[in-house]
């Protein structure tokens, strides 16, 4: 049985009251940074493994699911994706996924904590493989003071691919910084940010929403997608557009995407982007 032993790995879930555990071969790496406490564990079936501050941050064999639905639905949903930043998204995963859109001209990725990026470029280089890809920026800063700097009008698509809302997350799950992403991005922008759990996490996903409304978002739209190590297996991201996501998607270059995808295809797109019948009851 899983336990706090040498052979498991646990992550609990106290508003889920839950807990997911992961069988471990070995503990890889293990360091403090200046942010945050950063393990790596080979596990016996899922591949490596990265926790950050006791929470699962990605294992190799199921982080497809989420950096696919974290980048694939907004690049296909903006009319033409040139300029791109990802903020947070250290493990580089989401920028691999963003890079195999040829009308990419520019990805930079805000990440507060580098050491986050070398040890994926270590324990992880299969989601680091386009790093030196000559589109690819790096900037290791802290996303929200980022977003301060940056000029009107001057990024297509943001991703927020953040840590839960605490810590030096805590303040991208904000009205104000909403009203910044909404100022940077151009006319067409789309921003699309994880969103934590459906199941355990309405509470969350609910005042992002309406923060993203406020802030001047004229369209909403979450997406649900599985995650087998997140806690309740069940994970969301939200789409906030300055025009109406669903008729701006474009299926039919979804369809005929010129690059390989583990889980996203234009179907998938349609499918995520359908609301269960308890979150529709739970916004009102
Ligand atoms: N998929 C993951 C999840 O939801 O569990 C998130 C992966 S990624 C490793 C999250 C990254 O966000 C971390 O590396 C963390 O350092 C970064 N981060 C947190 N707050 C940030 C901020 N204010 N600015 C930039 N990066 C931030």
């Known amino acids: 049985m899983p336990g706090n032993d040498s052979q498991w790995f646990t992550e609990a879930c106290k508003e889920g009251g839950s807990a997911f555990s992961l069988m471990i071969r070995e503990k890889l790496h293990d360091e403090q940074s200046k942010y945050q406490r950063i393990e790596v564990y080979a596990t016996e079936t899922f591949g490596n493994l990265m926790v950050i501050d006791g929470f699962v941050m990605l294992t190799a064999r199921d982080n497809f699911l989420y950096h696919e639905m974290m980048s694939h639905p907004a690049l296909f949903t903006h009319p033409d994706p040139r300029r791109i930043v990802i903020i947070g998204g250290g493990d580089c995963g ?168 583990e889980y996203y295809n234009a179907a998938i797109h349609h499918a995520a982007s359908t609301a269960p019948e308890f979150f529709h009851r739970a916004l009102d």
């Open 94 to 261: 989401t920028l691999r996924e963003v890079l195999k859109h040829e009308e990419v001209a520019h990805a930079l990725q805000v990440e507060i904590d580098e050491r986050v990026t070398r040890i994926s470029e270590q324990h992880f280089p299969e989601l680091c493989v386009s790093n030196d890809d000559p589109r690819a920026e790096f900037f290791f800063g802290d996303g929200i003071q980022w977003m301060r700097d940056a000029s009107d009008a001057s990024v297509d698509v943001i991703i927020i691919d953040s840590t839960d809302p605490i810590g030096p997350a805590e303040g991208l799950f904000t009205e104000a910084f909403y009203l910044e992403c909404q100022r940077v991005l151009g006319e067409h922008g789309v921003l699309v940010q994880q969103s934590e759990s459906p199941l355990y996490h309405m509470g969350i996903i609910n005042p992002m929403r309406k923060a993203m409304q406020r802030a001047g978002f004229s369209d909403i739209q979450t997406l649900f997608f599985p995650q087998p190590v997140y806690p309740s297996g069940w994970w969301s991201a939200t789409m906030a557009g300055k025009q109406e996501l669903a008729t701006a998607f474009r299926a039919a270059a979804a369809k005929n995407k010129p690059f390989p995808t």
